[in-house]
């Protein structure tokens, strides 16, 4: 990983105001699936047992979506709030800058 946090270095200098968090295991380099060919010698595909779970945990811990309640309706308004348009909240975009190995990117879905 320490590519990647010699990037991350370089990137935060051109980012100021950005916080540089500490660098997270579950990024390490790995194979998240068999290469093909199949290097044994190289690569053997026990590594890969413990690499893409690792991996995918790693996708899932960075990404996600909100969940959505089930069952939950939109509450609605009522009296002079009903007469009024709801005024929407400005949108606002958030951007999250994550530098690892190409490897971890180009992660297979594991089940």
């Not at 590519?3 to 194979?31: C, M, W, Y």
């Not at 009522?78 to 606002?92: D, F, L, N, Q, V």
Request: include cysteine.
């Amino acid at each position: 990983m320490s590519r990647a946090k010699e990037t991350a270095q370089i990137i935060s200098k051109h980012l100021p105001g950005v916080d540089l968090l500490a660098p997270n295991a579950l990024l390490n380099e790995g194979f998240p699936a068999d290469p093909i060919p199949v290097y044994p010698n190289i690569w053997p595909a026990s590594k890969t047992w413990t690499d893409a779970p690792r991996i995918e945990a790693a996708f899932r811990f960075l990404f996600h979506r909100k969940p959505l309640k089930k069952g939950a309706a939109e509450p609605k308004p009522s009296g002079e709030a009903a007469a009024k348009p709801a005024e929407k909240p400005p949108h606002r975009h958030e951007y999250e800058l994550v530098v690892c190995h190409g490897n971890v990117i180009r992660r297979k879905p594991y089940p």
